[in-house]
């Protein structure tokens, strides 16, 4: 019996950004890299471990607006290309990402909200979804140099094919100074736990029920104005996996990494 789930985990961890005065109308390109390696115990079926790999790399551009009550996020998708051992994803995938667009809605306490990706049935778009949601978490004031602080943060995604809800609480640690594209930029160091519960439709398994627990590190680059500078991350997460056909939750250890860069 062959069996190739879907595993993908939208499991970014956040920044947090400087207080920012208002501008009409910001756009800043990004080059967002993510790799998610997975490895599922299929002994329930009396196979062997089953290795997956799914990386992208995606070209993008951010362009944040203000309005009433908050700021509209929208980010256009320039270019993409990728590496998979999943059967499901292909080169339509990803050349239907290709002018592919997130739009949301970034509340006054720095939040993310209704993230709306198109196409949305694309697994490539889900993706960065879930890297752009990250981009706007609570802000933080007054922080200096050495000072560490707590914040909860939750990320949601929802594509035709997958429906997943993530919290992490993340421990943030303000870490100097560096200089990114000319400009200054403080640094943040983080440390992360995260829970994700939901589904992922598979086409071989049908629905699939998710549950994870998982740890994580990162480092993040900010302006002075609050622009997210690039930066990255590293997660590890335990999941198990249920489904009608499985006798018992297939257990799957994932590692995902994602790095995003200034491009100017």
């Known amino acids: 019996m062959s069996f190739r789930p879907v595993v993908l ?5 956040a920044v947090v950004l400087a207080p920012t005065a ?3 109308s910001v756009t800043t390109k990004y080059r967002i890299e993510t790799k998610n390696q997975s490895t599922v115990d ?3 079926f009396g196979q062997p471990n089953q290795e997956g790999m799914l990386a992208i790399s995606a ?5 944040v607006t203000d309005s009433a009550g908050g700021r509209v996020a929208h980010v256009v998708v320039d270019s993409l290309k990728f590496e998979s051992t999943a059967p499901q994803f292909t080169q339509a995938t990803a050349d239907s990402a290709k002018g592919g667009t997130v739009h949301g809605f970034v509340d006054p306490d720095g939040r993310m909200k209704n993230l709306t990706p198109k196409p949305a049935d694309n697994t ?3 993706e960065i979804q879930g890297v752009i949601q990250t981009f706007f978490p609570r802000v933080k004031h007054g922080v200096k140099s050495g000072e560490s602080w707590v914040d909860t943060i939750d990320v949601n995604t929802t594509t035709a094919m997958i429906n997943t809800k993530s919290k992490f609480v993340v421990t943030y640690t303000a870490a100097g100074e560096e200089t990114v594209g000319g400009l ?5 160091t983080t440390t992360s736990r995260s829970t ?3 589904t992922v439709e598979n086409p071989m398994a049908g629905t699939v029920q998710i549950e994870a627990a998982g740890t994580g590190s990162g480092e993040y680059l900010v302006a002075a104005d609050g622009r997210y500078l690039g930066g990255h991350q590293a997660s590890n997460s335990d999941q198990k996996m249920t489904m009608a056909m499985a006798p018992a939750p297939i257990p799957v250890k994932s590692v995902r990494t994602v790095t995003v ?3 100017p």
């Open 196 to 198: 994700t519960t939901g």
């Open 42 to 44: 299929l002994s329930a």
């Open 184 to 188: 200054p930029a403080r640094k943040l």
């Open 9 to 13: 985990g939208s499991l970014a961890l």
């Open 22 to 24: 208002r501008r009409a």
């Open 124 to 126: 490539a778009m889900a």
């Open 261 to 263: 860069t200034l491009v």
């Open 59 to 63: 070209w993008v551009a951010l362009t």
